[in-house]
């Protein structure tokens, strides 16, 4: 069982930036794969960003490569999102869940804990 908490969030101009964290509690935290994913009002949820359980691989959406940056801590079970060039179409509810690494990492439905969101609103 692992349970996900995620902090960070809040409102920022467009430009700006956010650090998410997401506080995992369990002592399995380091051997599963931690993603991030984001849902705004009306749309489905979508993948943002993972990395593998000791945070070799990384894998991130195409609207966030090179703006975004994910990142874990195993020592402090904690995975974080580095979210820098905030554009208005970031804003959205931002939640971190966990997995094991398979070929569809980037897929909500591989996704076995999740936290309760954090919200993220981007201002233009």
């Known amino acids: 069982q692992v349970q996900l908490v995620e902090s960070g969030g809040g409102l920022v101009q467009a430009g700006g930036s956010l650090r998410l964290s997401c506080a995992a509690s369990?002592?399995?935290?380091?051997?599963?794969?931690m993603g991030w994913f984001r849902q705004a009002p009306g749309k489905e949820r979508e993948f943002v960003a993972v990395?593998?359980?000791?945070?070799?691989?990384?894998n991130y959406a195409d609207s966030v490569k090179d703006r975004f940056t994910i990142s874990r801590d195993n020592g402090k079970n904690t995975v974080y999102l580095q979210m820098n060039s905030l554009k208005s179409e970031d804003t959205a509810v931002y939640y971190c869940?966990?997995?094991?690494?398979?070929?569809?990492?980037?897929?909500?439905?591989?996704?076995?804990?999740w936290g309760q969101g954090t919200q993220v609103t981007v201002s233009s």
């Open positions: 990395t593998s359980a000791k945070g070799l691989a990384t």
């Open positions: 869940a966990a997995a094991r690494w398979g070929p569809r990492i980037t897929t909500p439905e591989t996704y076995d804990y």
């Open positions: 369990g002592r399995t935290f380091s051997t599963y794969a």
